[in-house]
Every structure is written in C-alpha cells, then in structure tokens.
C-alpha cells in the first residue's frame, strides 16, 4: 500500500507540474505580446504559403475535374476539299473500330459560329473570302486512350485530304502535368519552411533558455532533473506554434475570402457555378496540430542542444 501511494503522489505531482509549466509558460508567452506576435506572424507566413499554394492545387484540380470529357481530334481538312468530299471521308472514318462517332463541320457553319461567339460580326462580314477551312471531329471510342489516341490522330493526319490533326485533349494532358509538377515544387517549398519555422521556434527557445540561465542553474542546484527543467520550454514552443498554426489558417481565410468574389465574377462569365474551397473546420484544426508539433519539435531541439550546457558551478 505504501509503494502504491508513492507511485500516485508522484504522478500526482509529475500532473500538477505539466499543468503548472503550461500555464507558467502560456503566461510568458502572452506577457511580451509584441514579441510574441512577430513570432508568431513569422510563423503563420512561413506555414501559410505552402499551405495556400496546396488549396490553390486543390482547387484548380477540382474545377479541371470537370473537363474530363473524352479526347476528340479535330481534322482541319485542305482547302480544296468541298462538302462532297468531305461528308465521304466522314463515312470512311466512321467505319474504322476504334471510332465512336464523326462530326461535320462546314467551314460555313464555322464562321456563323465563329462571328456569333467572338463579337466580330462586321469584321468577318467584311471579309472577302471564308479563311476557315471545313473541319472533322472525331471521338475516338471510350477504350481508346493514352497513346493510343495520339497513335490514331497520327494515322489520320497522314490521309491526303487533311491540312493538320489536332488531340483536343493534349492541352489538359499537359495541364495536369503542370499540375504535378507545381505540386512537388510545393511540397519542396513546404519541406524547406517546415525547416524555417522549426530554426525560428529552436531560436526563440534558444534565446529563452539564455534569458532563465539563471534560474535553470538554481533549479539544477536543487535537485531539479532535465525533464522537469525542460518541460516550461516544450510548452512555450507549444504555445508559439499553435499561434502560429492559427495565423496561419487565419491568412490563409483571409486571401481565399479576398479572392471570392473575382473568382466567382469570372466563373460566371464562363456560366460556371464554380466556387472557392478553403481549409473547413478540419483544415484549421491540422494547421493548429501541426503548428504545435512544429513548436515542440523546435523546442526539444534547443532545449536539448541548450540545456545540457548549463550546469552548476
């Protein structure tokens, strides 16, 4: 019975001291206001960018999304090819396996749509000759993809009747490319800040542990352990990166809200109901987890690094 009331009073007392040593720390922290929100502005700016790139990514992949429609290739045909030979060569690709469906375009019709969507109207009705030629739009068949298509647009380019074949689709192949590509360009970004914020935090705690020298050497002349000397320090890097966790969700809402309503003007233009996605509830509350352990993970550091320097004399 008495070993097991030891064992209590001292969890007990190891409790009392987290609490204590938070509170303590959270004191500080919020006793220097000015400094500490430079740290944590620095902080939240450092997380805020890559983190606002990715939402940027995230947003741009989901309005793409919606553009993956099948590949067509567009088969701009010779200027000497009329109608008649046209609406023949349609029947000669329809017949292929590997094509779902051909679509005639007159050059006729292509300069009514043409004028109707572009606004230039009188211009084109000035113009003397038609400069648009007759157009194919092939659909390749639901199987047919990658490579594939491409190899199919190049078996049809090298028909005599057709100028140029063009894979609708090869714009947003290389869109997404892009798109991967930016997406480890952030996660590079966001690796080398993830650093920055922890050397910010480490020299914070640094320049901590430097103003309490004194008193860490008292408590090490009393008996005081590295843990229990420690503990403060963690907490006040908890302290400084879960600010700076909500600065940074906190500038990241703001720029999304900032760009709304362009983006939704925009949008509409295009009669798109697109709208932007920000962080949530969740978003927030990551950007806070990872801000504290961002922090703790920088005050172990110096603390470790700091702390095992100081020793009574």
Not at 115 to 133: H, I, M, R, W, Y
Not at 224 to 229: E, R
Not at 277 to 293: K, Y
């Amino acid at each position: 019975m008495q070993s097991k009331t030891r064992l209590s009073d001292r969890y007990n007392a190891w409790l009392r001291h987290h609490r204590l040593s938070a509170a303590d720390s959270l004191h500080r922290v919020l006793d220097n206001l000015v400094a500490s929100l430079m740290t944590w502005l620095v902080i939240g700016i450092a997380m805020a960018l890559p983190v606002g790139l990715d939402v940027a990514l995230d947003n741009a992949t989901e309005l793409s999304a919606g553009w993956d429609s099948p590949s067509q290739i567009s088969l701009f045909l010779k200027e000497g090819q009329d109608s008649a030979s046209a609406e023949t060569l349609v029947r000669e690709i329809e017949a292929r396996d590997d094509v779902a469906g051909v679509h005639f375009v007159s050059r006729e019709d292509a300069l009514a749509e043409f004028s109707a969507l572009s606004g230039f109207a009188d211009v084109l009705a000035s113009l003397e000759k038609n400069p648009l030629p007759n157009l194919l739009v092939v659909t390749p068949v639901a199987s047919l993809v990658g490579t594939a298509t491409d190899g199919l647009r190049s078996e049809l380019a090298q028909r005599e009747e057709v100028a140029e074949a063009v894979l609708d689709m090869e714009w947003l192949q290389r869109l997404n490319s892009i798109m991967q590509l930016s997406r480890r360009l952030v996660m590079a970004i966001g690796g080398l800040l993830v650093l920055g914020v922890v050397l910010i935090l480490g020299n914070t705690i640094r320049l901590s542990i430097e103003n309490r020298r004194e008193e860490i050497v008292i408590v090490k002349l009393v008996g005081g352990s590295n843990p229990f000397v420690r503990r403060p320090f963690l907490y006040t890097g908890l302290w400084y990166g879960v600010g700076g966790g909500f600065f940074a969700a906190l500038l990241v809402s703001l720029s999304l809200w900032f760009l709304e309503s362009p983006v939704s003007e925009l949008a509409a233009l295009y009669q798109s109901d697109f709208d932007l996605e920000g962080l949530g509830m969740m978003g927030a509350l990551n950007m806070l987890i990872l801000g504290g352990l961002l922090g703790l993970a920088g005050a172990w550091l110096a603390v470790t690094r700091h702390l095992a320097a100081i020793q009574p004399r």
